[in-house]
């Protein structure tokens, strides 16, 4: 059985003091659950911060990016070799990323590539515009962007890694995607990962699904047999939410 994996993704909020306050806040009570990862991705000010709290916890840690080179003139960014020892995870390729910042597949898969080689659990986020869901192209573009980021990898290595569908037409709109819909491209994901490295790896890969993930709607994509966790955005800014939400995967995935 695939252990469910929980992350909040809090993007570009809180300051230091606020995100050591929301860790506290919830903290005993994500300690509580048992059978779910759960990671706390807060901005990159507040790793150092976020990691002491976590120390002797269950709780992993996350960076929300990173650039793929180990070290050089890249003014203002962060590499895989800084993030090594300090968290476990890293979120990359997110659709806000992309659009804002033109980042490719292809440097995405650079930065997979990178974090594995430093030990790093990647969360790698694919997901179609609504242009091209309204243009029936989601599964083209699932599947070009799933062979995309994960090019030349193994089949170990994909096995190291967690993929976050989201759909950007549901980032941070309230309009998330139907369970069913979600379950059915997060099937289709890992049939061509299969296509990719072969089945052991790809039965042993998590997908998440994120896009206005609630404690309200979360029950309806972690009760999928193909969704394994979520990528939960604003509502990981909440305490209690993000609780519920760890809570329901736990409930919804037998652990």
């Known amino acids: ?85 300090l968290c476990q995870y890293v979120i990359l390729g997110h659709s806000e990323r992309r659009q804002h910042f033109g ?35 989601t599964e083209e573009v699932v599947t070009h962007q799933t062979r995309a980021v994960l090019a030349d990898l193994s089949g170990a290595q994909v096995s190291r890694i967690v993929i976050a569908y989201e759909p950007i037409w549901a980032i941070g709109t309230g309009r998330p995607a139907t369970g069913e819909g979600a379950n059915q491209i997060s099937g289709l994901i890992r049939d061509t ?19 206005s993930v ?3 709607n979360a029950a309806e994509f972690l009760s999928q047999p193909e969704i394994d966790g979520a990528l939960v955005g604003g509502a990981s800014l909440k305490a209690d939410q993000f609780v519920q939400i760890v809570r329901l995967a736990a409930q919804l995935k037998g652990v």
């Open 103 to 137: 980042e490719t597949d292809e440097f995405v898969n650079r930065k997979v590539h990178a974090a594995l080689a430093h030990g790093l659990t990647p969360i790698i986020c694919i997901g179609e515009t609504l242009a091209q869901n309204e243009a029936g192209q």
């Open 1 to 85: 059985m695939r252990i469910p994996i929980i992350a909040g993704n809090w993007k570009m909020n809180t300051n230091v003091d606020e995100a050591i306050r929301l860790v506290e806040s919830m903290l005993d009570d994500l300690e509580a659950v048992p059978g779910v990862e759960r990671v706390l991705c807060p901005p990159f000010v507040s790793l150092t911060y976020v990691s002491d709290l976590l120390i002797e916890t269950t709780i992993g840690l996350g960076a929300q990016n990173m650039y793929p080179a180990e070290k050089g003139a890249f003014t203002g960014e962060i590499s895989p070799y800084m993030l090594k020892g």
């Open 214 to 216: 609630t404690a309200e």
């Open 193 to 211: 990962v299969a296509a990719l490295v072969g089945h052991p790896p790809a039965q042993a890969l998590r997908i998440q699904y994120g896009g």
